[in-house]
T-cell receptor
């Protein structure tokens, strides 16, 4: 079955600490992986996608096909990073996203 | 430019009724997708439309339907509402495949 798993519902870290939001997937084929973020009272927005291999707001994510993971990382968390983060995969070339259940990141001062 | 607009923002309906939700994509975007978000099931894909044609469909009963107009605006309809249909319904638009999808703020539907 095609599935995205985010094992942590809530992750609390102190400002300046490293952050890693875990995402594992199961998919037969070549998926496209994404991270979406939702800040308080804002709409869901794309943070990054694996095919672009870029760093956004200091966040990076590497697709590990062997471990079927797409963990989101940031070396030094900022308070403004506090938000809900969703990992998603899509059938290549479509917008049929399969979302994980999300991880709420709280960055403490 | 204006973002994805969903109307209405909030809606209360009675079991058995039907409801129509509207989504106006970003100007120039041709693809519109719909998602249902609930605390128990999270975000689930409903369907995607492109140039007035349904291109992909999720695993929802036939009570959930949608359409897209020539100006790319999209509507989704839910007939014979059930309590379990209470959810936040999100719409996303994009220009085409492999381009970023932009989400609306959603319509919160409550079925009583």
């Amino acid at each position: 079955a095609q599935r995205v798993t985010q094992p942590e519902k809530l992750l609390s870290v102190f400002k300046g600490a490293p952050v890693e939001l875990k995402c594992n997937y199961s998919y037969s084929g070549s998926p496209e992986l994404f991270w979406y973020v939702q800040y308080s009272r804002q709409r869901l927005q794309l943070l990054l996608r694996h095919i672009s291999r870029e760093s956004i707001k200091g966040f990076t994510a590497d697709l590990n096909k062997g471990e079927t993971s797409f963990h989101l990382k940031k070396p030094f968390a900022q308070e403004e990073d506090s938000a809900m983060y969703y990992c998603a995969l899509a059938h290549s070339g479509t917008y049929k996203y399969i979302f994980g259940t999300g991880t709420r990141l709280k960055v403490l001062a | 430019k204006a973002g994805v607009t969903q109307t209405p923002r909030y809606l209360i309906k009675t079991r058995g009724q039907q409801v129509t939700l509207s989504c106006s994509p970003i100007s120039g975007h041709r693809s519109v997708s719909w998602y249902q978000q609930t605390p128990g099931q999270g975000l689930q894909f409903l369907f995607e439309y492109f140039s007035e044609t349904q291109r992909n469909k999720g695993n929802f009963p036939g009570r959930f339907s949608g359409r897209q107009f020539s100006n790319s605006r999209s509507e989704m309809n839910v007939s014979t509402l059930e309590l379990g249909d209470s959810a936040l319904y999100l719409c996303a638009s994009s220009w085409d495949r492999d381009t970023e999808a932009f989400f609306g703020q959603g319509t919160r539907l409550t079925v009583v």
